[in-house]
């Protein structure tokens, strides 16, 4: 980097940089422009003008194009299938992996190989634990199975979390919790 930012950055008036993300990359880029405004003897200028570049890249994640939407259309569908695999093929005795090897079939049959981040496969006290991905645990009846996946479609990620029996019936405190949590997320949405 050294040898080839800073040639870069000549006689270029504005740096979109995001500041502040790594104080070791800011400091290397003030050694840079002090380098090159060294120089301007030799007709070389440097940036006069540091832009935070999280405005910019916070105005590209506002606004879609028709383009972008239809890959996460896309990711979010095929994401909402594999789901729909996973809660029709669990069962008690089964294991976690299995689990999530039946939403990576999803994925990759649908033509898309990347997962949007490592996959949460929870069964029972596993769903307690943030950002469990073990996923090598035994399914027992009786207990819930936390599944928190999404696949990625040219860099757009699905992010879709569920719980459900895995012996395919709610017990009745389960059943209770569950219509609490969709009645208050109801409320929230209206």
Known sequence: ??????????????????????SELDHKLLEWI?????????????????VSLEHVVHEMRLFKSPEELKLMRR????????????MQFCKPGLHEYQIEAELLHEFVNSGLRAV??????????NA?????????????K???????AGVECDHYAADITRTFPVSG??????????????????????
Request: net charge neutral.
């Open 75 to 86: 990711a979010a569908e095929i994401s909402a299938r594999a789901h729909v695999r996973a």
């Open 116 to 125: 949007a981040y490592p996959s949460i496969v929870a069964g029972g006290k």
């Open 142 to 148: 009786g207990d819930l199975l936390l599944i928190d």
């Open 1 to 22: 980097m050294d040898d080839i930012l800073p040639g870069m950055l000549e006689n270029k008036s504005k740096v979109f940089y995001p500041m502040g993300k790594d």
């Open 128 to 140: 307690c634990v943030l950002h469990y991905t073990d996923n090598t645990d035994k399914l027992h």
């Open 34 to 50: 002090n380098h090159i405004r060294k120089q301007s003897r030799s007709g070389v200028s440097a940036p006069g003008e540091l």
């Open 169 to 190: 019936k709610f017990s009745e405190p389960q059943a209770l919790l569950y219509q609490l949590v969709l009645d208050a997320q109801s409320a929230a949405l209206a």
